[in-house]
C-alpha cells in the first residue's frame, strides 16, 4: 500500500495523511489518530525517502566505521551496537552503519549530511586529537562521541569511562600486594582511552616509587592473539613482571593462556588484572570470578550514547556528558608477589 492509497481509504489528503504519520501540529488529535490507526490496520510503512521529503528528517542514526579499526567484528562494536539498537528500536529509529577506508570519514560524513541520510552520529574510537569533532560541528550534525578527545569536554556529547582512575584503582591493588613489575597490554594509545589507562598506571607506581617499564607494555590491538604474543615475551625476559594489566578480556584471555603454557599460574605466580566490558557472551561473574576485573558495560554505554544523541536531535537537551565509573572486582588471578621476584 502507498500513500495515495491510504488517503483514499482515509478520505483524505496525502499531505493532510503525510502531515499527521509525521507529527505536525496542525493536525488535529482526532484526524491523527484516526490515520493511524487506519495505516497499522493496512500494514502501512511509509518511505523513508517521502519521509525524508515531508519532514526533514529521516529518524535514522549513523555509525561511520573504519576498516582498520576491524570493528565489525569486534564483539566490543558488536554489544555496543546492540545497547544502542534497543534505544533505536525504542524510539522509532533506524541505523545506518557506513564502512569506509581509515583515514575516509570525512566525504562520508559530508555526504550523510548532504543527502540527510541520517539525523545524527554516534563516533567511535576517538583519537587524542580528532579532527572529526570540528567537521561534525561545521556540518550541524548532531553527534554523540563514544569517548572523549583533548577537545574542551563542555563543548560537545559524550559517553566514556573514568579510565584513568580505573587503571589507578586497579594498579594500587597490585602495588599493595607488593608488585613493583607491572606490565601492561594496551589499546593503541592514539586512542584517549588507551592513553588515559596508561597514565593511570604510571601515577600510581610513581606514588608507590616504582618506575613503570616501557619494555613491558605495548600499545596495540586489543585481541587475544596480541595478548598471548606480548606475554610470552614478557615472560621470558631476565626480569620478568610479576603481574600484568590486559585492557580488554580478548587481551587477558592470551596472556591468560601464555602464563599456562610457559608453566606458571595466574594469581599465584602472576598476577593478571582485565578491564572486563562485561561482553553478554563472555560472563566473568561468579561467586569467585577467575579473573580480577574492572568491570562497565559496553552496551549500557551504547544505550547512554543513542539516548543522548536523541534527546540532541529532538532538541531535548544541548550538549551533555557522562563519566562512568568502573566497578573493582577481585578475583582468583591477583595475589601477593612472589617470594622470588626481584624489583
Same mark, same amino acid.
Given at each position: 500500500?502507498?500513500?495515495?492509497?491510504?488517503?483514499?481509504k482515509l478520505?483524505?489528503?496525502?499531505?493532510?495523511?503525510?502531515?499527521?504519520?509525521?507529527?505536525?501540529?496542525?493536525?488535529?488529535?482526532e484526524?491523527?489518530?484516526?490515520?493511524e490507526?487506519?495505516?497499522?490496520?493496512?500494514?502501512?510503512?511509509?518511505?523513508?525517502?517521502?519521509?525524508?521529503?515531508?519532514?526533514?528528517?529521516?529518524?535514522?542514526?549513523?555509525?561511520?566505521v573504519?576498516l582498520s579499526?576491524?570493528?565489525?567484528?569486534?564483539?566490543?562494536?558488536?554489544?555496543?551496537?546492540?545497547?544502542?539498537?534497543?534505544?533505536?528500536?525504542?524510539?522509532?529509529?533506524d541505523?545506518?552503519?557506513?564502512?569506509?577506508?581509515?583515514g575516509?570519514?570525512?566525504?562520508?560524513?559530508?555526504?550523510?549530511?548532504?543527502?540527510?541520510?541520517?539525523d545524527?552520529?554516534?563516533?567511535h574510537?576517538?583519537?587524542?586529537?580528532?579532527?572529526?569533532?570540528?567537521?561534525?560541528?561545521?556540518?550541524?550534525?548532531?553527534?554523540?562521541?563514544?569517548?572523549?578527545?583533548?577537545d574542551?569536554?563542555?563543548?560537545?556529547?559524550?559517553?566514556?569511562?573514568?579510565?584513568?582512575?580505573?587503571?589507578?584503582?586497579?594498579?594500587?591493588?597490585?602495588?599493595?600486594?607488593?608488585?613493583?613489575?607491572?606490565?601492561?597490554?594496551?589499546?593503541?594509545?592514539?586512542?584517549?582511552?588507551?592513553?588515559?589507562?596508561?597514565?593511570?598506571?604510571?601515577k600510581?607506581?610513581r606514588?608507590?616509587?616504582?618506575e613503570?617499564?616501557?619494555?613491558?607494555?605495548?600499545?596495540?590491538?586489543?585481541?587475544?592473539?596480541?595478548?598471548?604474543?606480548?606475554?610470552?615475551?614478557f615472560?621470558?625476559?631476565?626480569?620478568?613482571?610479576?603481574?600484568?594489566? @590486559?585492557? *580488554?578480556? &580478548?587481551?587477558?584471555? /592470551?596472556?591468560?593462556? +601464555? !602464563?599456562?603454557?610457559?608453566? #606458571?599460574r595466574p594469581?599465584?605466580?602472576?598476577?593478571?588484572?582485565?578491564?572486563?566490558? @562485561?561482553? *553478554?557472551? &563472555?560472563?566473568?561473574t /561468579?561467586?569467585?570470578p +577467575? !579473573?580480577?576485573?574492572?568491570? #562497565?558495560?559496553?552496551?549500557?554505554a551504547?544505550?547512554?550514547?543513542a539516548e543522548?544523541?536523541?534527546?540532541?536531535?529532538?532538541?531535548?537537551? /544541548?550538549?551533555?556528558?557522562?563519566?562512568?565509573?568502573a566497578?573493582?572486582v577481585?578475583?582468583?588471578s591477583?595475589?601477593?608477589?612472589p617470594?622470588?621476584?626481584?624489583?
Amino acid at each position: 500500500m502507498n500513500l495515495k492509497q491510504l488517503s483514499d481509504k482515509l478520505g483524505l489528503s496525502q499531505t493532510t495523511v503525510s502531515r499527521a504519520l509525521n507529527g505536525y501540529p496542525e493536525v488535529s488529535e482526532e484526524t491523527r489518530k484516526r490515520v493511524e490507526a487506519v495505516a497499522r490496520e493496512m500494514n502501512y510503512q511509509p518511505n523513508s525517502n517521502a519521509r525524508r521529503l515531508a519532514t526533514g528528517k529521516s529518524n535514522t542514526i549513523g555509525h561511520v566505521v573504519p576498516l582498520s579499526h576491524h570493528d565489525m567484528i569486534n564483539p566490543h562494536f558488536s554489544d555496543f551496537i546492540a545497547g544502542a539498537g534497543e534505544i533505536y528500536n525504542r524510539c522509532g529509529y533506524d541505523m545506518l552503519i557506513s564502512v569506509v577506508n581509515a583515514g575516509a570519514e570525512k566525504p562520508v560524513y559530508e555526504a550523510l549530511r548532504r543527502n540527510r541520510r541520517v539525523d545524527g552520529v554516534i563516533v567511535h574510537g576517538p583519537r587524542v586529537e580528532d579532527e572529526r569533532i570540528d567537521l561534525l560541528r561545521k556540518l550541524k550534525l548532531p553527534f554523540v562521541v563514544h569517548g572523549r578527545t583533548n577537545d574542551p569536554e563542555d563543548s560537545y556529547s559524550w559517553v566514556d569511562v573514568n579510565n584513568r582512575r580505573a587503571f589507578h584503582t586497579a594498579a594500587k591493588h597490585l602495588l599493595e600486594a607488593g608488585h613493583r613489575r607491572i606490565a601492561l597490554i594496551n589499546g593503541w594509545e592514539y586512542m584517549t582511552f588507551a592513553a588515559k589507562r596508561r597514565d593511570g598506571l604510571e601515577k600510581a607506581m610513581r606514588e608507590y616509587g616504582a618506575e613503570p617499564d616501557p619494555e613491558i607494555m605495548i600499545s596495540s590491538e586489543m585481541i587475544e592473539p596480541v595478548g598471548h604474543d606480548a606475554m610470552k615475551r614478557f615472560l621470558n625476559l631476565d626480569n620478568p613482571p610479576t603481574a600484568v594489566l @590486559c585492557s *580488554s578480556v &580478548l587481551n587477558a584471555m /592470551g596472556a591468560m593462556r +601464555a !602464563i599456562h603454557e610457559h608453566g #606458571s599460574r595466574p594469581g599465584r605466580d602472576v598476577s593478571l588484572i582485565a578491564y572486563d566490558d @562485561c561482553l *553478554s557472551f &563472555l560472563p566473568t561473574t /561468579g561467586e569467585r570470578p +577467575a !579473573i580480577t576485573a574492572l568491570r #562497565s558495560s559496553i552496551r549500557l554505554a551504547g544505550m547512554h550514547c543513542a539516548e543522548m544523541l536523541i534527546d540532541l536531535i529532538e532538541k531535548k537537551t /544541548g550538549p551533555r556528558n557522562l563519566l562512568l565509573e568502573a566497578e573493582f572486582v577481585v578475583g582468583a588471578s591477583t595475589g601477593p608477589v612472589p617470594q622470588t621476584a626481584t624489583a
